[in-house]
């Protein structure tokens, strides 16, 4: 049920950002969880379960990860080898055509879903272990880009466009927090810590903690000096660690 649940938050999401319109500095806005909605529902009927006490937020897709394969830091062949997830992916309305969406037939690496899911799948070994306790999900389902195909992130929108964006995606993660039970949110990087907290604490929930894992983008530098290192330290400090590792 808790599933079901989570995907009802998602498609009201879905439709109510539907309604947004985006200007400058965008041109193309992805909506992966239309085009790619049917690995992304394999992914959270197989992995959402309810009682996972960790929610790992990022901010947003990424280009080549949730943009191609509808799974949050979704690399492509985490999502098919590791997760055994594959599915129908479409395309956006529009596309720039120097950031294609391809699904499953991408051959670029997303760096970012790489390091992230790298480090799990070499502490978990299996999926199952990792989502026992844990889940991951991004505040927003939607990846904005300029004339000149850059990634504009959320915070560089307009800024009543942004207000009207953040405002939705913070109401669903308060409901996504709810039915999952989440204890302990983990923003990937301090804009999805810095959203999650004021989210939370607006709509009262002062009883869920708010943490800080790097995010580990290749545009930041610390991430490139050794990111799983760094991750493990931090891991070990919310008593994660332990938790993914024991037998």
């Known amino acids: 049920m808790t599933a079901n649940e989570f995907l009802e938050i998602e498609l009201r999401l879905n439709a109510e950002l539907d309604q947004l319109v985006f200007g400058s500095p965008v041109r193309y806005v992805y909506r992966p969880l239309h085009y790619a909605w049917e690995p992304h529902k394999a992914f959270v009927q197989k992995f959402c379960r309810g009682g996972q006490s960790f929610l790992f937020l990022g901010m947003n897709p990424g280009p080549f990860g949730m943009t191609q394969t509808g799974v949050p830091f979704g690399e492509v062949k985490v999502v098919r080898d590791w997760f055994g997830i594959t599915g129908e992916v479409g395309r956006p309305a529009e596309e720039h055509p120097k950031k294609p969406v391809r699904g499953f037939a991408i ?43 850059k990634n504009v992130t959320p915070p560089e929108l307009a800024v009543e466009e942004r207000n009207a964006l953040l405002a939705k995606c913070d109401a669903a993660l308060c409901q996504i927090v709810r039915v999952l039970g989440v204890t302990t949110v983990i923003g990937v990087g301090r804009l999805a810590e810095k959203r999650a907290r004021k989210a939370l604490a607006a709509a009262g929930m002062d009883d869920v903690r708010v943490e800080w894992l790097m995010h580990p983008s290749p545009s930041n530098p610390q991430a490139n000096k050794g990111w799983a290192e760094v991750a493990m330290v931090t891991l070990e400090k919310l008593d994660v660690l332990s938790l993914l590792t024991d037998q």
Request: with cysteine; hydrophobic share 35%; proline share 5%.
């Open 107 to 149: 051959t670029r690496s997303e760096v970012s879903g790489a390091r992230f899911w790298g480090l799990f799948r070499q502490l978990c070994r299996e999926p199952e272990r990792f989502f026992r306790h844990c889940y991951v999900h991004n505040l927003c389902p939607l990846s904005f880009m300029a004339e000149s195909g």
